[in-house]
């Protein structure tokens, strides 16, 4: 069992950066991804990245955010510049070690969840 601890979370007004991080329990998983949710929508896809460093992104990030993992540390990043209020939402990592590693995943394709760390972007 993966555990995933997400932090950096927190409050920014539009225009504002923040990184989040997550640290997981083990070594060399193969995709690790970041997810958003808002209240009454499906969780969807923010950017994914594979042991080699293979990004994939949302087309509405747009290079706003920006994903990378310190392997040696078993931590997943993301830096998310520019922030919008619309960006905001609980951010969720997660894990997996099947093949496929891409932000339009599935949630089903992801096995391991850490338990969210609030994003809020006021203007």
């Known amino acids: 069992q993966v555990q995933l601890v997400e932090s950096g979370g927190g409050s920014v007004q539009a225009g504002g950066s923040l990184r989040l991080s997550c640290t997981a329990s083990?070594?060399?998983?193969?995709?690790m991804g970041w997810f958003r949710q808002t209240p009454g929508k499906k969780r969807e896809g923010v950017a994914t990245i594979r042991g080699d460093g293979t990004s994939n992104y949302a087309d509405w990030v747009k290079g706003r955010f920006t994903i990378s993992r310190d392997n040696g540390k078993n931590t997943l990043y993301l830096q998310m510049n520019t922030l919008q209020p619309e960006d905001t939402a609980m951010y969720y990592c997660?894990?997996?070690?099947?093949?496929?590693?891409?932000?339009?995943?599935?949630?089903?394709?992801?096995?391991?969840w850490g338990q969210g760390t609030q994003v809020t972007v006021s203007s």
């Open positions: 997660a894990a997996t070690n099947r093949l496929w590693c891409r932000a339009d995943a599935p949630v089903t394709g992801f096995d391991y």
């Open positions: 083990t070594y060399n998983i193969a995709c």
